[in-house]
């Protein structure tokens, strides 16, 4: 009888702490957390079957459910085919759902558009009929993209308004379309300035901006723009900023603007310390002649020489080796297992320089390459830096050299105010403590420092 009784008054106990002691919430959780039916409805795309770089799979492990989201959300998530948050989804979501600032630096493709659509439809609140969320990008075509996928994530939030307004259309059915409830906007800067100034867009409620490549949007033909645009919202906005480079005109917003942002870099830093950097005015029918005096000249430990085709490749190879340098080359059209083994040969010093398209997205890390030439100038900042510039690990120092048409010049200017960094003229000798390390005596670190 005892023990019977005993069993009895356990049983209470158990569940008096059971439906009692733990909040009825959590009660409510776990039979929640079992019934995972809803999984079982959603229209799931194939499995994406593509290798992934470690910008997308290394992450911490975490998982959607993890960040509290509303199950509507969660579902449109799913049913977009994303399984799992990329690495810059992991360190923006939870952040960006507290309300801070985020300054983050990524690629597209890297989960982007996810690190700052999720925190921003789950902070929609469908009872207030009032803009609440403003995404900038710089071209019609982003901002497209942008709004299918967000339509495409509140699928079943029944009933957020997004609206997507660029310049190019018609500036009237945007006025007829703010006429009604809009919570979300995507916009390049100029049409929703020319809103806000009409009266008809009103962003004095807003509680989010969103920049997305803030370093476009942030160059100079822009900035003054998006300057506009904050200055109606209220104080307390919260400010998200994806950009994949940091130049100043970022730096100089984030401090006027940004409330101590969160900053993300899952870039590994590519730095020009310790690069000295040189350009040489020549025609088109010069470069081969000036490469070869480059030769001469310089004291090449290992180079790289860079050009803008598989076909120039190939070309500027055969004359090299012509010439008489030894020389591998390596292009975009050749068998990725080919080209690692020409790359490995070229890196256990089996061959002096190297001709290649753009193929290393980050950075060259090789020791022994004191020499990057740039026989054809890149056009934009991104490549000019993953050409020329070495990851902080590496401090050490190098020449760069760029062979200037005339249809450069632009780009050499473009480049040189992005990166903030000096391209000079070449002189008639290059002291060769700057890229030859016997001649320095310095440890190699503090002198790229000391020169930078
Ligand atoms: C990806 O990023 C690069 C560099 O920021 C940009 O030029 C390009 O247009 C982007 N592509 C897409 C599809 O957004
Ligand atoms: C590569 O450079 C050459 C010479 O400057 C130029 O004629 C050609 O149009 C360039 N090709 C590309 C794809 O930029
Ligand atoms: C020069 O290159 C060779 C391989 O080609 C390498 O073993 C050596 O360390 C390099 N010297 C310097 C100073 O980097």
Redesign the pocket.
């Known amino acids: 009888g005892a023990s019977i009784l005993l069993t009895l008054k356990l049983y209470f106990l158990f569940h008096l702490i059971i439906v009692w002691v733990f909040p009825t919430k959590i009660v409510l959780l776990i039979t929640t957390r079992f019934g995972d039916d809803w999984k079982k409805c959603l229209e799931l795309p194939p499995k994406d079957t593509r290798v992934k770089t470690s910008d997308v799979t290394s992450t911490k492990g975490n998982e959607f459910e993890d960040y509290c989201l509303k199950r509507e959300l969660l579902m449109g998530i799913f049913e977009m085919g994303w399984e799992k948050p990329s690495p810059v989804q992991e360190e923006s979501i939870p952040i960006a759902l507290s309300g801070r600032d985020i300054l983050a630096r990524a690629k597209n493709g890297t989960g982007k558009s996810g690190a700052y659509l999720i925190p921003l439809l789950e902070r929609i609140d469908l009872k207030k009929d009032h803009i609440q969320a403003i995404v900038m990008v710089p071209t019609r075509e982003l901002a497209l993209q942008m709004s299918q996928i967000s339509i495409q994530l509140s699928k079943h939030l029944g009933g957020v308004k997004i609206m997507a307004t660029t310049g190019g259309t018609n500036l009237r059915d945007d006025i007829m379309r703010l006429d009604e409830t809009v919570h979300v906007v995507i916009a390049t800067p100029g049409r929703i300035l020319d809103l806000i100034k009409k009266g008809v867009a009103k962003v004095d409620k807003n509680q989010m901006v969103v920049m997305d490549e803030a370093d476009k949007l942030l160059s100079q033909d822009f900035v003054v723009l998006i300057e506009n645009i904050i200055s109606f919202m209220p104080k307390n906005r919260q400010i998200l900023l994806y950009s994949a480079t940091f130049p100043i005109s970022v730096q100089k917003f984030m401090s006027k603007h940004m409330q101590k942002p969160y900053e993300i870099n899952l870039m590994e830093e590519l730095t020009l310390k310790g690069i000295t950097q040189y350009y040489a005015y020549v025609t088109e029918r010069q470069k081969v002649h000036c490469l070869n005096t480059l030769f001469s000249r310089l004291q090449i ?2 180079s790289i020489i860079f050009c803008n085709s598989t076909q120039r490749v190939e070309l500027l190879a055969k004359k090299i080796t012509q010439l008489g340098y030894s020389c591998f080359y390596i292009h975009a059209k050749m068998m990725q297992e080919y080209r690692n083994r020409v790359f490995h040969d070229f890196r256990n ?1 089996l061959c ?1 320089n190297l001709v290649c398209t753009d193929l290393f997205t980050r950075g060259i890390d090789i ?2 390459v ?1 020499v990057v030439i740039n026989f054809d100038f890149p056009k934009n900042a991104e490549t000019y830096l993953h050409r020329i510039g070495r990851s902080g690990r590496f401090g050490h120092l190098g020449l760069a050299i760029n062979l200037i048409t005339s249809d450069d010049r632009y780009n050499l200017k473009n480049i040189e105010d992005q990166l903030v960094t000096d391209i000079k003229p070449i002189p008639s000798s290059i002291d060769k403590s700057l890229y ?3 001649f320095h005596s310095v440890d190699a670190e503090d002198g790229g420092e000391e020169k930078a």
Do not use: H, L, T, Y
């Open positions: 430990n290992q010093g002096r020791q022994a004191n030859v390390a016997e």
